[in-house]
């Protein structure tokens, strides 16, 4: 059974600093998703990492990829307080059955 | 996600009865899923079709029902056999391109 695991699950960090959410998988898999979402809302897709080595950056955000590893994480540089979210990682194995396993989700807080 | 569409956007259910939660996207995809979100947590996936007139329980079926006549459409009943039924449900769509798992906006289900 494939088991993603997020840390930290819960994040409060002052605005303009730095810091890395991690995202650990127990298989193999072909892609990795970042999602994100505000309270109430659905998820707002922010990457697709589709091979080891990935990165993609947006903004303040980067995202990599270490199949090998099986370890995604997301950075973020001199965070703002509209950065406060919360933030999902998916694992996708493809075949027969291609559906994405959710990590448990890392609440960041961006404070002033 | 644009495309994706959900409604209602809030339910009220009472204990006993079945409702209907809807689920139609403009984008062509064949790929459809069904998740559960629970306050605080991450998304468990209920059902999935990937492709019209076929589906396959997810990892928290029980209580649950779909269909997949058409493409575009791809509805989800709660049975009075869900125990517990409120939470926020999600549905999404797969294709091609950057964003290839998008979500719709969501429904937010209660039991009264």
């Known amino acids: 059974e494939l088991k993603v695991e997020q840390n930290p699950l819960f994040l409060s960090m002052q605005e303009g600093k730095n810091y890395t959410i991690y995202c650990n998988y127990s298989t193999t898999s072909d892609r990795l998703y970042w999602y994100r979402q505000d309270p109430g809302k659905s998820l707002e897709s922010l990457f697709v990492?589709?091979?080891?080595?990935a990165v993609k950056q947006e903004g303040r955000l980067m995202a990599s990829l270490d199949t090998k590893a099986r370890l995604s994480t997301l950075h973020i540089t001199a965070a703002v307080h509209d950065l406060s979210a919360t933030y999902f990682c998916?694992?996708?194995?493809?075949?027969?059955?291609?559906?994405?396993?959710f990590g448990t989700g890392t609440r960041l807080q961006v404070t002033l | 996600d644009g495309g994706i569409t959900q409604s209602p956007k809030y339910l009220f259910r009472k204990e006993g009865q079945n409702v209907t939660l809807s689920c139609e996207q403009n984008?062509?995809?064949?790929?459809m899923y069904w998740y559960r979100q629970d306050p605080g947590q991450g998304l468990r996936l209920i059902y999935y079709?990937?492709?019209?007139?076929?589906?396959q329980k997810g990892d928290i079926a029980e209580g649950y029902s779909v269909s997949r006549e058409k493409k575009e459409s791809f509805p989800l009943t709660v049975t009075s056999a869900q125990k517990n039924p409120t939470a926020f449900y999600l549905c999404?769509?797969?294709?091609?391109?950057?964003?290839?798992?998008?979500f719709g906006q969501g429904t937010r289900l209660t039991v009264v």
């Open positions: 999404a769509s797969r294709g091609d391109g950057r964003n290839r798992v998008g």
């Open positions: 998916a694992v996708e194995i493809t075949g027969t059955a291609s559906k994405l396993t």
């Open positions: 079709s990937q492709i019209v007139n076929d589906f």
């Open positions: 990492l589709l091979s080891n080595g």
């Open positions: 984008l062509n995809h064949d790929a």
